[in-house]
């Protein structure tokens, strides 16, 4: 987690990671002690190890937590409610997880589209949403829908992402089709590396090799033996997801969407700043 000035870890502090996943512990800041273990039952048997020993509590920082999350949450189901001509992201991506069914795999790829991914795509169970939070991924998406199903075949599986992160591995819609395997990939389809564009346009004035226009993505999967349809209405989501999955076979349901900063973009940002900044610690 990072905050205006970089890590949340402050090289003062000391820091305890609990987490579930052996492969977490150890990154993305240096650890004092690190543990594999449920969340819960980690911080319940550190309680306890502590004793009688006071443990200082701000009983302002659950409730101004909770009432961010509200407010956050507020935003994105008002940008998921915009009806404009283009697609807002937000609209797509509520769409999205409205049309898939609830005992789906999906994968979160691209970078900027994953975002939307995160806050608007529920998870409702372990282990049915896969995401590189490293942003080294653009273009995972497809190969590991594809090992997915394999391992998973009666279980939907999509993989969600930008035209960009699509880009890199779409030819692998090939290897679905022989292989009888129907992944559905649904793209967030700004025409644009978005993020590149504006933050070459807000940084210096300009913006260079950042379009992506008139790729048409549903005629690629077509023309490998696929699925594929085009979508530039929120309403029209839903119905192509399910003649995607009703055809069998791997489906690409290219929808237009326009670029909106997601409201997290600011924050993520700072990380770049991180080093030239001065840093608080404390």
Request: charged content about 15%; aromatic content about 8%; proline content about 7%.
């Given at each position: 987690m990072w905050?205006?000035?970089?890590?949340?870890?402050?090289?003062?502090?000391?820091?305890?990671?609990?987490?579930?996943?052996?492969?977490?512990?150890?990154?993305?800041?240096?650890?004092d002690v690190g543990l594999q273990a449920d969340a819960r039952e980690g911080l319940r048997d550190l309680?306890?190890?502590?004793?009688?020993?006071?443990?200082?509590?701000?009983?302002?920082?659950?409730?101004?937590?909770?009432?961010?999350?509200?407010?956050?949450?507020?935003?994105?189901?008002?940008m998921a409610a915009e009806r404009d001509p283009v697609m807002h992201p937000a609209a797509l991506a509520s769409a999205i997880a409205g049309a898939m069914p609830h005992d789906s795999l999906a994968?979160?790829?691209?970078?900027?589209?994953?975002?939307?991914?995160?806050?608007?795509?529920?998870?409702?169970?372990?282990?049915?949403?896969?995401?590189?939070?490293?942003?080294?991924?653009?273009?995972?998406?497809?190969?590991?829908?594809?090992?997915?199903?394999?391992?998973d075949p009666d279980r939907p599986v999509f993989n969600i992402t930008g035209d960009g992160g699509f880009g890199f591995t779409m030819q692998e819609l090939d290897t679905a089709r022989r292989y009888r395997l129907p992944v559905v990939t649904v793209i967030h389809n700004n025409e644009s590396w978005g993020v590149i564009r504006q933050g070459q346009s807000t940084q210096f004035g300009f913006e260079l090799g950042t379009g992506l226009e008139d790729t048409d993505y549903a005629?690629?999967?077509?023309?490998?033996?696929?699925?594929?349809e085009h979508v530039s209405d929120v309403d029209d989501v839903a119905p192509a997801i399910e003649r995607g999955l009703a055809s069998g076979l791997p489906s690409v349901i290219d929808c237009r969407t326009r670029f909106v900063p997601h409201p997290a973009m600011a924050a993520f940002g700072s990380m770049n700043r991180f080093g030239t900044t001065t840093r608080r610690d404390g």
């Open positions: 905050d205006e000035v970089g890590p949340l870890v402050r090289r003062t502090h000391q820091h305890v990671n609990i987490n579930i996943d052996p492969s977490a512990l150890g990154a993305p800041a240096p650890h309680i306890e190890g502590l004793g009688g020993q006071v443990i200082s509590v701000d009983d302002e920082w659950l409730p101004s937590l909770r009432d961010l999350r509200a407010t956050y949450s507020g935003l994105l189901a008002a994968v979160f790829d691209g970078g900027h589209t994953s975002f939307w991914s995160n806050d608007l795509t529920p998870v409702h169970d372990v282990r049915t949403r896969f995401h590189d939070p490293g942003m080294a991924h653009l273009g995972f998406g497809l190969p590991y829908a594809i090992a997915m199903q394999l391992t005629a690629i999967a077509r023309g490998f033996g696929c699925h594929g």
